[in-house]
């Protein structure tokens, strides 16, 4: 079995900082790409960034010069640095890995969902 955990959400006033965290672990041979979703309460999950396994980004334009994404193959672990944040970025934050796994499944896999909640 394969599990992505995050971590790191929370509450923070307008013009703040986060970071969130994703690990992956179980019976992992290989992770492809690995981003971060978001959702926010009547809208539909949109993507915020994703990371390749060679490290190449591409961001939301929403999130563009705010929000960093990087990974630690490691780790099997992908972060997400958000600043300047604002109010529309109040949403359950999802990560997301395409994984090779040990039966030689290649699938995407979700993590639970952390909330990020920016008041004004």
């Known amino acids: 079995q394969v599990q992505l955990v995050e971590s790191g959400g929370g509450t923070v006033q307008a013009g703040g900082s986060l970071r969130l965290s994703c690990a992956a672990s179980?019976?992992?041979?290989?992770?492809?790409?690995m981003g971060w979703y978001r959702q926010a309460p009547g809208k539909q999950r949109e993507l915020v960034a994703v990371i390749t396994s060679g490290g190449s980004t591409n961001y939301a334009d929403s999130v563009k010069g705010r929000f960093t994404i990087s990974r630690d193959n490691a780790k099997n672990t992908v972060y997400l640095q958000m600043n300047s944040l604002k109010s529309e970025d109040t949403a359950v934050y999802y990560c997301?890995?395409?994984?090779?796994?040990?039966?030689?499944?290649?699938?995407?896999?979700w993590g639970q969902g952390t909330q990020v909640t920016v008041s004004s």
């Open positions: 179980g019976s992992i041979l290989s992770i492809a790409n």
């Open positions: 997301n890995a395409y994984v090779w796994d040990d039966s030689g499944r290649y699938s995407g896999r």
